[in-house]
T-cell receptor
Framework: EADIYQTPRYLVIGTGKKITLECSQT?????MYWYQQDPGMELHLIHY???????EKGDLSSESTVSRIRTEHFPLTLESARPSHTSQYLC???????????????FGPGTRLTVL | KNQVEQSPQSLIILEGKNCTLQ??????????LRWYKQDTGRGPVSLTI?????NTKSNGRYTATLDADTKQSSLHITASQLSDSASYIC?????????????FGRGTQLTVWP
């Protein structure tokens, strides 16, 4: 069982609100990731981090931002939520290294976001 | 273009029956292929992982096969249980970048009926 947590699990919010999705892991992993997943669709990488003070944008353009001040914490923020942001957001982490270590990602339970 | 295609999109089987899910990929260069199980409302959990040199890998009632020449993989589930109802996602890794880019399929939604 992976020790990676996301809060809240479900969030319904109005347009224009600022929201922060929390992600924490207790495995000491350097690498962390945020994915966006719509029903029946593949996961899309929106942000990743190699370690503290490292953040990069992923493949899918996203209006969200992330920060990595502590190894275990990788929050995602939307400054002004819109209905187009409605989706499931999955956080993941992996160990440092190459090959299988890097590719073994442990996922959190996800946050289901609905913007009205 | 690097892609991962899964079939069927959805599948319904009766409890106790076997089933096979398919994954075709065009990812190059190839590093490894992984099958994940994602329960509704949960994050994906890894079932099996195979590198280029491996043809088959088992994890309990789950058996994955890989044909690197034809770029095809399958996941066989034996004696299905109600708890097998989930989305099964095929994920292929390349070694074309330092990130170790992962390519995700859209998944096969499996429903097991009693």
């Amino acid at each position: 069982e992976a020790d990676i947590y996301q809060t809240p699990r479900y969030l319904v919010i109005g347009t224009g609100k600022k929201i922060t999705l929390e992600c924490s892991q207790t495995m000491g992993h350097d690498k962390m990731y945020w994915y966006q997943q719509d029903p029946g669709m593949e996961l899309h990488l929106i942000h990743y981090s190699y370690g503290v003070n490292s953040t990069e944008k992923g493949d899918l353009s996203s209006e969200s931002t992330v920060s990595r001040i502590r190894t275990e914490h990788f929050p995602l923020t939307l400054e002004s939520a819109r209905p187009s942001h409605t989706s499931q957001y999955l956080c993941a982490s992996s160990e440092s290294g190459r090959g299988l270590l890097l590719d073994t990602q442990y996922f959190g339970p996800g946050t289901r976001l609905t913007v009205l | 273009k690097n892609q991962v295609e899964q079939s069927p999109q959805s599948l319904i089987i009766l409890e106790g029956k076997n089933c096979t899910l398919q994954c075709n990929y065009t990812v190059s260069p190839f590093s490894n292929l992984r099958w994940y199980k994602q329960d509704t409302g949960r994050g994906p959990v890894s079932l099996t992982i195979m590198t280029f040199s491996e043809n088959t890998k088992s994890n309990g009632r789950y058996t994955a096969t890989l044909d690197a020449d034809t770029k095809q993989s399958s996941l066989h589930i034996t004696a299905s249980q109600l708890s097998d109802s989930a989305s099964y996602i095929c994920v292929v890794s390349d070694r074309g970048s330092t990130l170790g880019r992962l390519y995700f399929g859209r998944g096969t939604q499996l429903t097991v009926w009693p």
